[in-house]
């Protein structure tokens, strides 16, 4: 699911729920009946201005908006998740998908360089064949 068609789902949602016509909202937004049908239905990405303008004709903080946008989307993305494989472990350092031998944070670890003091010059760094 895209962003912009969770913000259009809500914004039905909204429109819908308190019983307005998509006629209504338009002229009350000062935005074309057939454009905020096609935001409504995410085909197109509205402004941040045009948003904040159709939050105002329907009566919702536009913050209130995004964040039932972004709830919706989050739920989406956890039922992908859940229906491949999902995510295990806390830390980035843990994280692995589900199925896999082991989290990538018990790979041996990679020598770096020491990191040169001010005013020396490096000294060169044996290569360890791998």
Do not use: F, N
Request: charged share 30%; aromatic share 0%; proline share 8%.
């Amino acid at each position: 699911m895209l962003m912009r068609e969770a913000i259009g789902s809500s914004l039905r949602r909204v429109r819908t729920a308190r019983r307005r016509t998509l006629r209504e909202v338009s002229r009350r937004a000062r935005v074309s009946l057939g454009y905020l049908s096609e935001v409504e239905r995410g085909r197109k990405e509205a402004s941040s201005e045009l948003l904040a303008s159709i939050c105002e004709a329907l009566d919702i903080a536009l913050p209130e908006l995004l964040t039932e946008a972004a709830q919706e989307l989050a739920t989406a993305a956890l039922e992908v998740v859940g229906r491949s494989r999902r995510p295990v472990g806390l830390r980035h350092t843990d994280l692995r998908l589900a199925g896999e031998a082991e989290p990538l944070s018990t790979a041996a670890p990679v020598a770096m360089p020491p990191v040169p003091q001010p005013g020396t010059r490096p000294q060169p760094v044996a290569r360890v064949a791998a």
